[in-house]
């Protein structure tokens, strides 16, 4: 009887463990964008309004992004009006930086002025 009763005890603590560990304490990955050599993993995402973006570099390559595009292979700084400022934030190789909060709905773009036609529209729900 004392034996089942641990083995319940531990079973029932591993659960816990294993639901603590999935809970709201890790990154939420639709709110992360990868940066994956001279491009972006993808080119768009949706976001809720509030909500912060998070650029992943998972290379060794830097970035350095700004409100704007490319068109046609010419920089174009560009910030629609209420997007977060983003003046040449530099994402160093192998690491993570993020942008944000988005306050308003809207398209907002972002760029890399490094990497020709690296860009990222943002939408904000």
Excluded: R
Aim: net charge negative; glycine share 8%.
């Amino acid at each position: 009887m004392v034996k089942s009763f641990f083995t319940l005890l531990l079973l029932f603590s591993i659960a816990s463990v294993a639901l603590i560990a999935c809970g709201s304490t890790t990154p939420q990955a639709g709110n992360e964008v990868h940066l994956d050599g001279a491009q972006f993993s993808q080119s768009s995402i949706t976001l809720h309004k509030g909500e912060k973006l998070m650029l992943v570099d998972d290379s060794s390559n830097p970035h350095i992004i700004a409100n704007g595009m490319w068109k046609n292979g010419v920089a174009q700084t560009v910030q629609e009006p209420n997007a977060p400022q983003v003046n040449a934030l530099q994402v160093a190789g192998n690491s993570t930086a993020s942008i944000g909060p988005f306050a308003t709905t809207g398209t907002f773009h972002l760029y890399c002025t490094v990497h020709v036609n690296m860009d990222l529209t943002v939408v904000v729900h």
